[in-house]
């Protein structure tokens, strides 16, 4: 569920939606893009793919 999720990676979902909304497409993928390669090196992000491979639930840093 939505209450489980990773807070930061809600957040700045969040932030990219509201962002996304006053561009055009070609900027939108652009900011996407940038937000997805930044959010690859996150703890969150690990923490989600290693959760994922030991088939558990992740416990995530930004939510502690």
Do not use: C, I, Y
Request: proline content about 6%.
């Amino acid at each position: 569920t939505l209450a489980n999720a990773s807070s930061e990676t809600m957040a700045r979902g969040l932030e990219f939606v509201a962002e996304a909304r006053e561009l055009d497409s070609a900027p939108a993928m652009d900011l996407a893009l940038a937000l997805r390669a930044e959010h690859l090196h996150r703890p969150d992000f690990a923490e989600g793919v290693t959760a994922f491979r030991e088939k558990r639930t992740p416990r995530w840093p930004s939510n502690q």
